[in-house]
């Protein structure tokens, strides 16, 4: 399936897109800010039943990105391997686990091979997978938890230069495992905390070198994404929780006003918002700013869609079948209103797409349609210079 856009003349105060700014005959401050047409649906691939999570990377190691989900109601993974032109070949299935929901890549055991770690839900398990050089992959261990995975990252929290897991559970806990460099793992600490997590992040959020952890809590009690800052010892300090939207499904780090501090995107299920906490450099946040996009949004990341070097948001929404891009002002805040494209029935995960390593090109995104048991995959049309959008105003 194939459906293309075009690129028009933006209005945001009389000015051209991609931070271009001309004074074009009729123009006033109060003219209507028009959002860019910057994607369009390139095609859309079968996968498993039911996909809950998809992921770029390159397994094949031939330069060109390749996309994994985690299907939920098929137990399975299925790995997509890239063409390098945004299309790619028919999925491979692999059995994985009992309700396969979220995912994480690294490189787990030093073999320049990409990896997978899967929060099996339904199971109480973390799968490992190790990544063979034909882009093919084996599960190796699985690692059992107590009670319902939903979400995993990875990072080294405790500084023995050897990547770890920590997953959220859905029974207020987090649990650690730390890795060997071998592919293997060990349980870690145990924290039991907030209200129905929903997803987990690490970054380094205070800028001390120890990697610290974002988590929402969905839970009506809660409503609250929390802080926890690592100690470079696989220990955390105890939290601190700011509050967001009803309902926070996932989190996720961008420097949305450029000061060098990390902030946070949370997009919040109920009452249809995303917020943007903006960061202290500290480990602290600023309250949050809502903003609006459309029904029923689940996941969101951050990007600079229109190459003005302000983050942007793209977030799809499962109720109204649709991907909301908001355009960043550069204080936390977004242009209103946003640019909304349709999707197949259910999108539910989104990822960053870079067709190709070394290639001077916009990454595109790759969306999860959970109801369709498919991804669809956006392609980015290109940003004009400054030159091309001069002589196309010129001649209009």
Request: glycine share 12%; net charge negative; hydrophobic share 35%.
């Amino acid at each position: 399936m194939r459906a293309s856009g075009s690129l028009g003349v933006v209005n945001v105060v009389c000015a051209l897109g991609f931070g271009v700014f001309l004074l074009l005959p009729g123009c006033s401050p109060k003219d209507p800010y028009v959002p860019p047409d910057l994607l369009y649906l390139f095609a859309t691939y079968d996968v498993g039943k039911n996909p809950t999570a998809v992921k770029a990377g390159d397994f094949n190691q031939d330069g060109f990105s390749d996309l994994v989900t985690s299907n939920i109601s098929a137990n399975t993974l299925s790995i997509l391997i890239g063409n390098g032109d945004g299309s790619f070949q028919p999925h491979v299935s692999i059995p994985a686990c009992k309700e396969p929901r979220n995912l994480a890549i690294q490189d787990f055991d030093g073999d320049t091979h990409q990896d997978l770690a899967i929060a099996c839900s339904g199971s109480d398990e973390v799968a490992i997978f190790l990544g063979r050089e034909d882009g093919t992959f084996q599960k190796t261990a699985l690692y059992h938890v107590n009670r319902t995975p939903v979400s995993i990252a990875s990072g080294d929290f405790n500084s023995d230069r050897h990547l770890d897991l920590v997953t959220a559970l859905r029974n207020d806990k987090l649990q650690l495992f730390f890795g060997n460099g071998k592919g293997k793992f060990r349980l870690g600490p145990l924290y039991e905390y907030g209200d129905t997590p929903t997803s987990v992040a690490s970054a380094d959020l205070n800028r001390d070198g120890h990697l610290d952890l974002a988590v929402t809590n969905g839970g009506p009690m809660s409503s609250a994404v929390s802080i926890w800052l690592g100690q470079g010892d696989g220990n955390f300090l105890r939290p601190t929780d700011y509050r967001t939207g009803k309902r926070p499904l996932s989190v996720s780090f961008a420097d949305f006003n450029n000061d060098g501090a990390m902030d946070l995107l949370v997009v919040n299920g109920q009452m249809n918002t995303i917020t943007v906490f903006l960061g202290n450099g500290d480990g602290t946040f600023q309250d949050g700013l809502d903003s609006g996009g459309d029904a029923g949004p689940n996941h969101g990341l951050a990007q600079d869609f229109d190459g003005d070097d302000i983050f942007d948001a793209a977030v799809v929404n499962i109720q109204s079948g649709s991907i909301s891009v908001l355009f960043g002002k550069g204080d936390g805040s977004f242009y209103y209103p946003p640019r909304h494209y349709a999707t197949p029935r259910g999108p539910f995960a989104l990822t960053s797409l870079p067709i190709a390593s070394g290639r001077d090109e916009e990454p595109g995104l790759a969306i999860v349609n959970n109801a369709e048991h498919s991804v669809s995959i956006f392609l980015h049309h290109g940003l004009k210079s400054r030159e091309q959008v001069e002589a196309s105003a010129s001649t209009s």
